[in-house]
Every structure is written in C-alpha cells, then in structure tokens.
C-alpha cells in the first residue's frame, strides 16, 4: 500500500519533489516521515502526521493541502483547522450555516448560478480539449455534529463550529454546456487566494494521478518488480519518484533547451507520437533511462563516436567473413 504527498507550485502547477512516501507491507511501513505511521493506520490516518510534520519545516511559502473527496470528514477538517493547517477538499453535499440559515450546498450552488454569480478563470483541458473554467464562492460554516468511533462505538461529537469558504468550480464548452462541475471546502483565507487560484489548486491536484501513472502501468512498471522485501522496493521507488518528477519539470518547461532536450528524449525511446502531440510522459521517461544509459556507457569507457563507429565496421566485417 502505497501513500505518496506531493509538492506542487502554486503558481504554475510544475511538480517540485514527492514530500512524504509511506510504503506499508504485510508487517512494516517503511517510511520517509520523522515518525513513521503505525502499521494498523488508515492511509487517511497519515495526512493529519504529514501536515505536521511539513510545518516544522519552515518552508518559504506555507503549504495547502489538497485532498480527494474521500478526506471530506468534518471531524478531520475541524481538527487540522484547529491547529492552524490549510486545506481544500472537495466534497459531497452538505448541510451547513450561511448568512443566518440553514442550507445544502447544492441548494447554494443552484443561487449562484441563477444569479449569474459564476466568473470566468481560465482556460482548462477537459478530455485533451481546451473549455472555460467559471467559478463562484460562499462563506459558510460547518457547525453539525461529526462521527467518531470511541470504545469501538460510532458516537455523534459536537465540535467547535469552522467558517470555511465553498468555492464551486465548473467547466464549460463553448455552447454554454456544463461538462463537469465540483464543490470545494477551503480554509485559506480569501486575502491569500480568490477563488479563480482556488479552483486552478485542484486543478493541478489532478498531477499525482498522472506521477502515479509514470510509477506504474504507463513508465515505471512498479508492479512488475521484482524485489523481495518492503525495504529495498522503497528504496528503488524514491529514485523511481525522482525520475517522475524530473520528467513533469521537463514536460512543463518552455525553454529552448528543455524542447531541444525533449526532442532528443524522443528520439532515443523510438516511440511515435500521434499527429500533432509533440512528446508524452512516457516517451520522455522511456528516452530518459536510454540517455542515461548511453551517457554511463560512454564516460565508463572513455571511447568517442569515431573510435565506436570504427569497433563497429570492424565487428561487422568479421561477421561478413564467418
């Protein structure tokens, strides 16, 4: 079971580092945290000790965790407010208070947009084509009750009630057709971030799934490895990590050499490309490992392109005679 926090930039959505890594097997969890999370916890259970932990790290900006809907849990987001972690989920509907009332979310939603409150925020790719993303947000606060389980009993605690800001995201097609549409709870302040930055934030939440995806069935292989215990397959999936994130960088980067380097990445993985797609992940990571390979090749044996080209002709003849 793997569990995998990623740093995001902000600004541009380029993948910096994998921040925490836990692997658990069937008696261990080998770990990149401080405190390594016990062997019986929740993968859920290990966000609240990695948003620790990353705060002791003073880091130039402060840190928005962006979770899936599945940490949308009231009790979890009453606690990481409280000690001072933001956060944006995306969540279900729910009850909860604004303006002096009691209201659902989608019943928020259907107000903003009968009163035209939606924004355009940018550009967004939807199935590889380009639609408009619109936003709109309320100021809302979660006061209910949240489940726990105590003494082994799902019990109803009352917390402390959180203001919190829904920012309701929305893409849509050039007819005006809603394509695809998702809610958000946040607690960065709206001084820090609009909601357009918001929006954009869960956006590129979206970059884990694609550095799953180079770990796994489209780059990596790692389930075709074949490593025998917890430890050393952690310890190849960091290096693995690294050449994920390296090849993000490149597939972001607009620089001339980084698009002269992609080219020759290319080349060397012999993959072709679609019409019109200039390179893939894939591709980059495939040509990356072949570039790697031949640059080791070349410096361990010291030889030039001439002296290879020479060894070969060579090699050839003699075959030609046998």
Known sequence: DLTTSLLIEADTGVTLAPMQVHVKTGDAVHSTAEHPPAHDDHHLDQLE????????????????????????????????HAKGHLFLVRCDDRRVRCEGRSVLLS???DELDSQ???????????????????????????????SEVIDGEKKAVTGEPIEVRTVFVRLVDADGWILAEWTLLTNVPADQANASDVGRWYYFRWRIESFFKLLKSHG??????????????????????????????????ESASAIKFRRHLIRLSGRRMKRGVEFTG???????GIHLTMLDFLIETEMTTDELRQLEKAALSEVRLV
Do not use: F
């Open 107 to 109: 019943e928020l939603n």
């Open 282 to 288: 894939p591709a980059l990571l495939a040509g990356y």
């Open 220 to 253: 990596q292989e790692l389930e075709y490895w074949q490593q025998e215990s917890g430890e050393a397959i952690t310890k190849r999936l960091l290096m693995a990590s690294m050449a994920c994130v390296l090849v993000k960088q490149l597939e972001a980067s």
């Open 49 to 80: 000790p990695t948003m620790d932990e990353v705060a002791q790290w003073e880091l130039p900006r402060r840190v928005v965790h962006v979770i899936d809907r599945e940490a949308d849990s009231l009790g979890r987001l009453r606690s990481w």
């Open 116 to 146: 035209c409150e939606y924004a355009d925020a940018g550009k967004a790719l939807y199935h590889g084509k380009k639609v408009q993303r619109q936003v709109a947000e309320k100021t809302v606060t979660l006061y209910r009750p949240h």
